[in-house]
């Protein structure tokens, strides 16, 4: 019988640094009557993070990276915090790509920054003059070919087939994240308007947004939802969620990566040599398409709930013919 692990909850997620302070130490501390100790800090950093509304599994980033950072530099206060422990710190990331070196920069210096707003750190932010330079490369997007691939191998005659087909048409016509899509319910989708609305709950940026659906994708989904029920009721389920597992169940869990549907989708790539059909990729695909179509970037950016255009940019696929073709135009 498989050992049962306990889910991770928000309740969980909590700073325990590994330090135990000698008497002298702990002395030192107490003299320090202004400074908070780091782990309060964090922990109050961590709440207010939660209410801003920072999703389950970054706030496990942030809390897994912080503790690193501060059992490097054995930090007691937030007084102990420094310029000169920051470069050491820093320094020891070294051996790490580049990449991973920016990211766990980007989560130290965002809590950091906390501290400060809150007033626990006095001067300047000394960590808002660092910068790590990175390559930022366009993401590869799905191959039209595999994806027409993908379609025509999906067993569409049985229910988890014909839903699995769903999630492959929707990726590929609306660029949704997977995460969104696993969280979709039926009251999502306007079939008078022809629309998908979806609500800042399940929204990474936590902002609404419409995209449009056509006939045939409303068919499906409309199809979809009829079986769903008959699914349900058969295993005396109640949700209304738009893509459910075979007993019924929701797809979600704890990380959006690993839902039962990105298992899917992961497995068809697998078995037929798929190697561009990721559901992120899918979704880089979308934003190609609506560029090549001579759709406004911002307008890109907004479809696909990007907090800049930036991010926006690192999804799109243009080569030097096409750059050379459109410019043509305006000459």
Do not use: C
């Amino acid at each position: 019988m498989p050992r049962k692990v306990k889910e991770l909850r928000m309740d969980d997620v909590v700073f325990k640094p590994n330090l135990k302070p000698s008497l002298s130490e702990k002395k030192d501390t107490i003299q320090k009557t202004d400074s908070i100790l780091i782990e309060q800090a964090i922990e109050i950093v961590n709440q207010q993070m939660k209410l801003q509304g920072l999703r389950h599994k970054t706030l496990l980033v942030y809390n897994h990276t912080m503790q690193k950072y501060v059992e490097f530099l054995n930090l007691k206060t937030v007084d102990d915090i420094n310029k000169e422990g920051f470069m050491d710190w820093l320094e020891s990331l070294n051996h790490l790509d580049k990449v991973t070196q920016a990211n766990r920069f980007r989560f130290v210096s965002a809590v950091l920054t906390r501290f400060y707003d809150n007033g626990w750190i006095k001067g300047n932010k000394f960590w808002k003059d660092i910068k790590i330079k990175v390559d930022k490369k366009v993401k590869q997007a799905a191959q039209e070919k595999e994806l027409e691939i993908l379609l025509s191998v999906i067993d569409a005659t049985n229910f988890i087939g014909f839903r699995d087909l769903v999630v492959v048409l929707l990726l590929y016509r609306t660029g949704i994240r997977i995460n969104t899509l696993a969280s979709l319910k039926e009251e999502h989708i306007h079939f008078s308007e022809k629309m998908l609305v979806l609500s800042g709950d399940i929204m990474k940026n936590h902002r609404v947004l419409k995209l449009p659906l056509d006939d045939e994708l409303l068919a499906l989904l409309k199809r979809l939802i009829q079986q769903n029920e008959e699914v349900r009721k058969r295993y005396k389920e109640k949700n209304d969620y738009v893509f459910i597992t075979k007993s019924g169940k929701s797809t979600l869990n704890s990380y959006a990566h690993n839902n039962a549907i990105s298992k899917r989708l992961y497995h068809y790539a697998k078995k037929y040599g798929l190697k561009s059909v990721k559901p992120h990729n899918i979704r880089r695909t979308y934003a190609t398409n609506l560029n090549r179509k001579g759709v406004n970037i911002a307008v890109i950016s907004k479809a696909l709930g990007h907090s800049s255009l930036v991010v926006t940019e690192r999804y799109l696929e243009v080569n030097v013919d096409e750059v050379a073709d459109t410019l043509r135009k305006y000459l």
